[in-house]
């Protein structure tokens, strides 16, 4: 199967400043990479995702890079808010299997 | 759309009991996955069913676990006899059929969060 390993575990930002969460998975079959934000007591919200033939996408203030070569992907969000605290996941997608990263918290100080 | 809906959302319960979990999948998606959340193992794939057909159970941990999908509507996990290390949230997710525009997103129920005692 695959393996989706996700760092950093816990990330502390004041408010204003940018955040960056890596992945990193094995298999370059994986085609498909989502991001879930997790709230305390919700199920994980998917935030925004990257399919492998397209090397960043972007919606308002979040965004995805891709490296297929180095198989590596990341979420970065700029301007944090507050409301961004959370429980941040990474996935790929094998085979119709989404596999998991181990989540970042995310901390935004006011 | 009310999305993934999950009951129920707390379940207490005794060493031996018999569990069941309750998933409905969003109308018209074709997919459906059950997970488990713990700190330890972080989010792992248990089963998912495409068209109601089960493909792939090898993350189903022990035979006391099981799973049906008896339509395309409703979905259950079952755990019998129950066992304290059970104690996880049980998340249901569903994902649409994959088109050439649209990706196979995943959308996720609430979760049950069962305590075995």
């Known amino acids: 199967g695959e393996n989706v390993e996700q760092h950093p575990s816990t990330l502390s930002v004041q408010e204003g400043d940018s955040a960056v969460i890596k992945c990193t998975y094995s298999d370059s079959a994986s085609n498909y990479f989502p991001w879930y934000k997790q709230e305390l007591g919700k199920g994980p919200q998917l935030i925004i995702d990257i399919r492998s033939n397209v090397g960043e996408k972007k919606d308002q203030r979040i965004a995805v890079t891709l490296n297929k070569t180095a198989k590596h992907f990341s979420l970065h969000i700029t301007e944090t808010q507050p409301e961004d605290s959370a429980v941040y996941f990474c996935a790929a997608k094998l085979f119709n299997k989404f596999y998991f990263g181990s989540g970042t918290k995310l901390n935004v100080k006011p | 759309d009310a999305g993934v809906i999950q009951s129920p959302r707390h379940e207490v319960t005794e060493m031996g009991q018999e569990v069941t979990l309750r998933c409905k999948p969003i109308s018209g998606h074709n997919s459906l996955f059950w997970y488990r959340q713990t700190m330890m193992r972080g989010l792992e794939l248990l089963i998912y069913?495409?068209?109601?057909?089960?493909?792939?159970d090898s993350g189903m941990p022990e035979d006391r676990f099981s799973a049906k999908m008896p339509n395309a509507s409703f979905s259950t996990l079952k755990i019998q006899p129950s066992e304290p290390r059970d104690s996880a949230v049980y998340f249901c997710?569903?994902?649409?059929?994959?088109?050439?525009?649209?990706?196979?997103?995943?959308?996720f129920g609430s979760g049950t969060q069962l305590s075995v005692l």
């Open positions: 069913f495409n068209n109601n057909v089960p493909i792939d």
């Open positions: 997710a569903s994902s649409p059929r994959a088109s050439r525009v649209t990706n196979e997103k995943l959308f």
